[in-house]
């Protein structure tokens, strides 16, 4: 065959393997970019996630030590309560004649006079929850725990209100009209007094003072088992928050207040 038959056939060669390649080039780059950008976004996404998780261990963080707090104020209220209890079942049960003077004189300030509320730590929670942060709470048993938490919280402000409402509108009148109640006071605050004579509490002994004594401790036992499903839930969300956070901060030991429930 002639050279210059074949000089026509060699070029269109050449350009199409010219082509070939550039086509190839640009695919190569065409890859790259798409490679490039799909690690850009998925490096993005993975820094926002743990930027994510970093802030919901923080907050957990501190949700934390809020429940440990206000772990070890409920059990010492839940003890005091208990306390009270018992000391109106001894006064119901002896009544005023059956007790020392001294002993009578402690059980009626713990059990008759004082009253006494539970207020737990709850700033982190509340702050968490009006700064919108709640969606950061991965966990769904954390979240479920936090949402029975405030039904149980509802519950022992509804008790305690009850509770306190009863002592102010009933309970307190009768005190103030019938019994020594700056002798009891002073004693109380420690400051020398003179000796109360058992006939100055016969009043408790009154169908009056017992009816309101025996429907006092009614409430207070109420409230005793509010606090108690309420310190039950503190302990489930503390044990949940420490076993499932990935951040080994939260998962160690939080010291909790003892269990000395009677």
């Not at 004649?97 to 509340?126: F, M, W």
């Not at 006939?199 to 409430?219: C, H, I, N």
Request: hydrophobic share 45%; proline share 4%.
């Amino acid at each position: 065959m002639p050279c210059s038959s074949l000089a026509p056939t060699l070029i269109l060669g050449i350009s199409d393997m010219n082509s070939y390649s550039t086509v190839t080039r640009i695919l190569g780059e065409i890859v790259v970019i798409v490679f490039g950008i799909l690690l850009a976004f998925a490096a993005d996404t993975w820094i926002n996630e743990r930027g994510q998780r970093l802030k919901e261990a923080e907050h957990l963080s501190a949700v934390l030590l809020d429940f440990q707090a206000s772990l070890a104020t409920l059990r010492r209220a839940i003890d005091f309560k208990t306390q009270q209890i018992a000391d109106l079942q001894l006064l119901l049960t002896v009544g005023s004649k059956g007790l020392q003077n001294e002993k009578l004189e402690q059980v009626v300030v713990r059990g008759v006079y004082t009253t006494s509320d539970y207020v737990p730590s709850l700033s982190a929670l509340r702050d968490l929850e009006a700064s919108g942060s709640f969606a950061l709470i991965s966990d769904p048993v954390i979240r479920r725990g936090l949402s029975l938490l405030n039904t149980r919280l509802e519950d022992a402000e509804r008790s305690m209100k009850e509770y306190i409402t009863f002592h102010q509108a009933d309970l307190d009148p009768f005190i103030a009209k019938s019994l020594p109640v700056v002798g009891v006071l002073s004693k109380i605050s420690n400051a020398p007094v003179e000796t109360i004579g058992l006939e100055d509490w016969s009043q408790l002994d009154s169908d009056m003072a017992r009816g309101l004594l025996v429907f006092k401790m009614s409430l207070a036992a109420n409230y005793v088992q509010v606090l108690e499903r309420l310190a039950d839930q503190f302990e489930t969300l503390i044990e949940d928050i420490q076993t499932t956070s990935d951040e080994p901060a939260l998962r160690r030991p939080v010291e909790t207040a003892p269990n000395t429930r009677r």
